[in-house]
C-alpha cells in the first residue's frame, strides 16, 4: 500500500537543526518511498530496529542514526493507503526520558 507521511517538514526541521541526524534521516526516508506495507509486521520487516508501541497507541518508534536519534510515529492502515503521523522526534537520551515518564504512548508534539 502507498505511504502517506504526515509531518515530513518536522523531521526535516530536526534534521537541519541536528546535522548529526540527516543522514539518517535521508535514508530513512528513501526507504520509505519503496515500502508496501499492509500491517504493523510489515513496518518491523523493512525497519528491524522499529519497536511497535503496545496499550492499543498504533504507534512506533524508529532508531535513526545507529540510534543515536528516535522518531515515534502513530500509523493507521487504511483500505488503500497507510498514514504515518510524526508525533515525536529527539535524542536517544531524550526518549529514555520519555519512556521514564510513560509519556512514549501519548506524546504528540506535532
Same mark, same amino acid.
Given at each position: 500500500?502507498?505511504?502517506?507521511?504526515?509531518?515530513?517538514?518536522?523531521?526535516?526541521?530536526?534534521? #537541519? %537543526? $541536528?546535522?548529526?541526524? *540527516? %543522514?539518517? #534521516?535521508?535514508? =530513512?526516508?528513501? %526507504?520509505?518511498?519503496?515500502?508496501? =506495507? $499492509?500491517?504493523?509486521?510489515?513496518?518491523?520487516?523493512? #525497519?528491524?530496529?522499529?519497536? +511497535?508501541?503496545?496499550?492499543?497507541? $498504533? *504507534? @512506533?518508534?524508529?532508531?535513526?542514526?545507529?540510534?543515536?536519534? *528516535?522518531?515515534?510515529?502513530?500509523?493507521? #492502515?487504511? @483500505?488503500? *493507503? +497507510?498514514?504515518?503521523? %510524526?508525533? =515525536? @522526534?529527539?535524542?536517544?537520551?531524550?526518549?529514555?526520558?520519555?519512556?521514564?515518564? $510513560?509519556?512514549?504512548?501519548?506524546?504528540?508534539?506535532?
Amino acid at each position: 500500500m502507498k505511504l502517506h507521511l504526515i509531518k515530513k517538514q518536522t523531521i526535516e526541521d530536526y534534521a #537541519f %537543526v $541536528n546535522s548529526g541526524s *540527516r %543522514v539518517g #534521516f535521508q535514508i =530513512w526516508l528513501s %526507504v520509505l518511498k519503496y515500502t508496501d =506495507w $499492509n500491517d504493523p509486521e510489515d513496518i518491523q520487516s523493512t #525497519f528491524g530496529t522499529a519497536d +511497535i508501541l503496545g496499550n492499543g497507541t $498504533n *504507534r @512506533v518508534v524508529f532508531n535513526i542514526g545507529g540510534n543515536k536519534h *528516535r522518531l515515534i510515529c502513530k500509523y493507521q #492502515f487504511g @483500505v488503500t *493507503r +497507510i498514514r504515518l503521523f %510524526v508525533c =515525536w @522526534v529527539g535524542t536517544h537520551t531524550e526518549y529514555t526520558e520519555l519512556c521514564r515518564d $510513560n509519556k512514549q504512548y501519548s506524546i504528540s508534539l506535532y
